[in-house]
C-alpha cells in the first residue's frame, strides 16, 4: 500500500543571484512498511526532503501526498492535528519539554490528543527497551545527551505514528546505544507497519536498511532495494 508520494517537488530557498535550489524535481512513492535510508553528500537536499514530507516547510513546486491527503491543502491547524496523527520526528537537537519528566515528556504527545487513551503498557515497553525506565522520573537536564536523544525516539514512537522521520537519530549515540536505538525503531516498525525515513551519514547503518536512496545537489541520483524486511543490522560495527 502506498503511504507517502513526492511529485515533482523542488524546493528554492531565497531569490535572485542568492537563490539556492535544495530539491530539484524530484519524485519518491513510498510504500507502508519501508524502513529507508537518505543518504548524501552535506547539502544535497536530505534535511530539505524531510521537512517538506513532515509539513515543516512548503515546496515552491509539486506535490507532498501522504495517506492520500495532499498536505499543502491542510489548514494550518488541520495539518498540527495530522502531523500528531500520522507523523513522529526525531531530529537531532529535538528539544525536551525541561519541566517534565522522562515518562511524561513521552507521553506528552498522545496527550494531547483529546480523547486518544494514553498506553501506558507500551509506552513503559519503549522505554525499557530504550534502557530509560530507570530515568523515566529525571528531567531532561540530569540526563546525558544520549539519554535525551533515546528520550526523543521514545516520544516520536509513543502515538505509533504511520511515518517516522529520522534526521541522523544516533548521530551522537555509542555503537552499542544505535544499536539499541536501530532494534527499537526496526521492532517498531515491523509490528506497527511504520514507515521510516531516516538520514544517515553512516554507511553501514544505510546498508542494514531496506532501501536507500542517494542523494545529489538536490535529485535522487539511485537507489538500491533490498526484498528482504530490514533485519541485516546487528550493531557489530558502525
Ligand atoms: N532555510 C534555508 N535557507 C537557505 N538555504 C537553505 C535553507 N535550508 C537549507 N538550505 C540550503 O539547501 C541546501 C540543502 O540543504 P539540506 O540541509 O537539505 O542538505 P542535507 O543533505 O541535509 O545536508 P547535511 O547532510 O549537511 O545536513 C544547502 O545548500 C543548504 O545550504
Redesign the pocket.
Known amino acids: 500500500m502506498k503511504i507517502l508520494e513526492l511529485k515533482h517537488v523542488s524546493k528554492v ?2 531569490a535572485g543571484e542568492n537563490a ?1 535550489e ?1 530539491l530539484r524535481d524530484v519524485s519518491l512513492t513510498v510504500e507502508a512498511g519501508e524502513f529507508t535510508a537518505l543518504v ?10 524531510l521537512n517538506m514530507i513532515g509539513g515543516l516547510d512548503v515546496p515552491t513546486e509539486g506535490e507532498v501526498i501522504i495517506r492520500n491527503h495532499n498536505i499543502a491543502s491542510l489548514k494550518r491547524r488541520e495539518l498540527t492535528i495530522f502531523r500528531r496523527r500520522n507523523l513522529g520526528f526525531v531530529f537531532q537537537n529535538y528539544s525536551l519539554m525541561p519541566v517534565l519528566n522522562v515518562y511524561d515528556n513521552v507521553a506528552l504527545p498522545v496527550s494531547f490528543d483529546k480523547g486518544k487513551h494514553i498506553d501506558h503498557d507500551y509506552i513503559k515497553r519503549l522505554l525499557q527497551d530504550l534502557g530509560l525506565w530507570d530515568k523515566r522520573r529525571k528531567y531532561p537536564e540530569e540526563l546525558s545527551g544520549g539519554q535525551q536523544q533515546r528520550t526523543a525516539i521514545a516520544r516520536a514512537l509513543a502515538n505509533k505514528p504511520a511515518v517516522i522521520l529520522a534526521d541522523e537519530p544516533t548521530g551522537n549515540l555509542d555503537s552499542r546505544t544505535t544499536a539499541d536505538v536501530m532494534g527499537v525503531l526496526r521492532e517498531s516498525s515491523r509490528k506497527y507497519n511504520q514507515t521510516i525515513l531516516m ?1 544517515t ?1 553512516n554507511e553501514i547503518l544505510a546498508q542494514s536498511c531496506q532501501r536507500l536512496i542517494h ?1 545529489e545537489d ?1 535529485q535522487i541520483v539511485g537507489e538500491e532495494f533490498e526484498e528482504t524486511p530490514a533485519g541485516r543490522w546487528d550493531g557489530e560495527t558502525v
Open positions: 530557498y531565497g539556492v535544495a548524501g553528500t552535506s547539502g544535497s537536499g536530505k534535511t530539505t526532503l538520514v551519514h542523494m538536490g
